[in-house]
């Protein structure tokens, strides 16, 4: 397993994000430093998922200050969004239930960048390519605690054949396969037994311990979490809701390799 991740420091300032019917969030203030696993926590409703969002550079901020591994928010969107990863965020980050296990690899793989050399080693075709990306999935599976082995019919296991626990790790395991500096997992805590949920948020801690920053929403977090909380109070919740999460998808950036990084980022969130 890779013990040498590079995570990203997270720095935020009164930040928030308001939509076109209120609020979603405001006055967050976040001092993280690399493996942190921070905790987002408020009821339904008060922009976590959008704090998750803002935090990728995949919803723009519109108060406050922020960086995410040292690159400005929002001036450097698209640079955030090249450093970091989504896993299970509604609407955002789903996975496709008719697909197979194997299938939402696979596709996952395919999406990352061109491996380094020959031109014709980055083919899909190519003997590096497929070792490469068969090390790659290896990798990710094995950090998101995934066993091929364990599920009904291993790799051709449809989603929808998944536990909840089964699909989060695999969505964790999506998020985790290029290497992101970031990784933010919304509704960990979603419909599982009480036991399912300390496995999972174990999972994320562990992640951290190996240098990757965790950004995550849900109850139940471990009491040396980095605990964020997104709930309003008075007028500010009075008719406020949170806007749709739609992914960020061009924003203006220092480079056009930044740019088209991000696009593709944003195109596979």
């Known amino acids: ?52 969002l803002a935090l990728t550079g995949r919803m723009r901020i519109t108060e406050g200050e922020a960086t995410v591994a040292g690159l400005a ?42 491996i380094q050399g020959s031109p014709l080693a980055s083919l899909p075709w190519g003997k590096r390519h497929k070792e490469a990306t068969r090390a790659r999935v290896d990798a990710a599976l094995a950090a998101a605690r995934l066993d091929p082995e364990t599920l009904p019919k291993g790799l051709r296991t449809t989603v929808r054949d998944l536990e909840r626990i089964e699909a989060l790790r695999l969505s964790v395991a999506l998020g985790l396969m290029h ?47 980095l605990t964020v909380r997104t709930a309003r109070t008075g007028t500010e919740a009075a008719g406020a809701a949170e806007p749709t999460p739609t992914p960020v998808q061009d924003q203006p950036d220092t480079t056009e390799e930044e740019a088209a990084d991000a696009f593709a980022e944003a195109g596979r969130a």
Do not use: Y
Request: glycine share 12%; aromatic share 2%; with cysteine.
């Open 179 to 225: 290497g992101p500096q970031l990784l933010a997992v919304d509704d960990v805590d979603l419909k599982l037994a009480d036991a399912e949920r300390t496995a999972a948020w174990q999972l994320l801690r562990d992640l951290t311990r190996e240098g990757l920053t965790v950004v995550a929403a849900g109850d139940g977090a471990p009491e040396d979490a």
């Open 73 to 114: 928010l929002p001036k450097r969107m698209g640079s955030v969004r090249s450093r970091t990863a989504l896993a299970h965020v509604p609407g955002v980050a789903d996975l496709e239930p008719a697909l197979t296990v194997g299938e939402h690899l696979k596709e996952r793989a395919l999406l990352g960048p061109r």
């Open 1 to 52: 397993m890779n013990t040498t991740r590079q995570g990203a420091a997270v720095h935020a300032g009164g930040i928030g994000v308001e939509g076109p019917r209120g609020w979603a969030f405001r006055a967050v203030d976040i001092a993280a430093e690399p493996g942190t696993l921070i905790a987002v926590q408020g009821p339904s409703g008060s922009g976590r998922t959008c704090l998750l």
